[in-house]
C-alpha cells in the first residue's frame, strides 16, 4: 500500500514505517510475556483475537485505500503536479510478472533478498548453539540481537531517505556486504572481533533488507502489477527462510561445525555482489 502510495517520497516513508516496525517487534516478546503471564496462553491469544478483529479490521475497512487515483488523487497525497513538473515527470515503468521475470535485475534482487532471509533464519535459529561451539554461553548469544536491531533501524531509517536519491543497486551491494561481514564473522566465530561483525553484518544487512524488499519492486517495474511481482518474491523469500535453518543443520552434522554453512553463504552473496556491478541503472 505504500509503494502505491508514494513515489518520490517512498523511499523516506518506508524509513518512517520501519522504525515502527522495529519497535513492534522487538517489544512483542514482552507484551506477549505479560499477556501470558496474566491472562495464561489461550487468553492472550484471544486478547489478540479480539484487538485484531475489533479494533484493527474497522480501521482498515475504514482508512485503508489501495490506489491514489481512485481518490482523485496522484503519488504523493499530490491533487495534481505543476506544469513544469508534469513536463518533466518520466512516464511510469509498468512492467507484468512475466515481463519482470526475464530481465536480470529481478533475479538479482530477489535472489540476494532470499540468501538474506535464508542466513538470517539459519543463524537465528541455531546461533546458541553456534556461540556454544565456539566456547560463548548463551546470554552472550542473545545479547547480539539488541545492538544489532539498534543499527537496523538506523540503517532503514537513513537508507530510506538515501533511497529517494541514489540508485538503488548500490544499497543492494552495502546490504550484501553487510552480510559478508557478518557471515566472515560466523566462519571465524569467536570472542572479540568474530562477535562485533556478525552485530554490525546482521544489523546493516538487516536494516536495507526490510527497505529494498519494499522500495525495489515499484522504482524498477511500476505499480501496476507490483502485487504479482513481489508475490512472486516474497514466495522465494519465504522458501529460502526455511532452507536456512536445514542448511545450518547439515552443517553442524557433517562438519561438526557451522563455518561450512558460513562459507556457502559467503560465496553466495560475493556472487551477487559481483552480479550488482553489471546491472544497468533503473532509469537505462
Known amino acids: 500500500m505504500i509503494a502505491k502510495w508514494f513515489d518520490r517520497r517512498r523511499g ?3 524509513g518512517m514505517t520501519g522504525v ?3 519497535l513492534g517487534f522487538s517489544s512483542a516478546p514482552l507484551i506477549f510475556d505479560f499477556a501470558i503471564d ?15 478483529g475489533a479494533g484493527f479490521v474497522p480501521f482498515v475497512l475504514a482508512f485503508f485505500r489501495d490506489n491514489p487515483e481512485e481518490c482523485g488523487l496522484l503519488p504523493d497525497g499530490e491533487k495534481s503536479l505543476p506544469e513544469e513538473d508534469s513536463a518533466k515527470r518520466k512516464p511510469e515503468v509498468s512492467a507484468t510478472l512475466l ?27 541455531h546461533v546458541v548453539s553456534a556461540f556454544a561451539s565456539s566456547g560463548m554461553a548463551r546470554d552472550e548469544a542473545i545479547s547480539i540481537f539488541l545492538p544489532a536491531s539498534v543499527i537496523a533501524v538506523a540503517v532503514h531509517l ?9 540508485d538503488l543497486k548500490i544499497l543492494l551491494a552495502v546490504m550484501l556486504g553487510g552480510m559478508m561481514i557478518s557471515m566472515a564473522g560466523l566462519v571465524v566465530l569467536a570472542p572479540g572481533l568474530p562477535v562485533l561483525m556478525v552485530i554490525f553484518g546482521n544489523g546493516l544487512s538487516m536494516g536495507l533488507f526490510s527497505l529494498l524488499s519494499g522500495v525495489s519492486w515499484p522504482k524498477l517495474f511500476g ?26 543443520s547439515q552443517s553442524l552434522s557433517w562438519t561438526g561445525s557451522y563455518s561450512a554453512a558460513g562459507i556457502v553463504n559467503l560465496a553466495a552473496a ?10 544497468k541503472r533503473v532509469e537505462e
Open 99 to 125: 515481463q519482470a521475470r526475464r530481465t536480470p535485475l529481478f533475479w538479482v534482487y530477489s535472489l540476494s533478498f532470499a540468501l538474506s532471509a535464508l542466513y538470517t533464519t539459519g543463524l537465528t535459529f
Open 20 to 22: 515502527f516496525t522495529a
Open 270 to 279: 560475493g556472487l551477487l555482489l559481483a552480479a550488482t556491478f553489471f546491472l
Open 38 to 52: 496474566y491472562l495464561g496462553w489461550r487468553g492472550a491469544w484471544m486478547a489478540m483475537a479480539v484487538i485484531i
Open 223 to 248: 505499480r501496476k502489477h507490483l502485487g504479482a511481482i513481489s508475490g512472486l518474491n516474497m514466495s522465494i523469500v519465504v522458501f529460502h527462510s526455511a532452507v536456512g535453518p536445514v542448511l545450518f
Open 12 to 14: 523516506l516513508v518506508f
Open 158 to 166: 537513513f537508507g530510506g531517505w538515501l533511497s529517494d536519491r541514489i
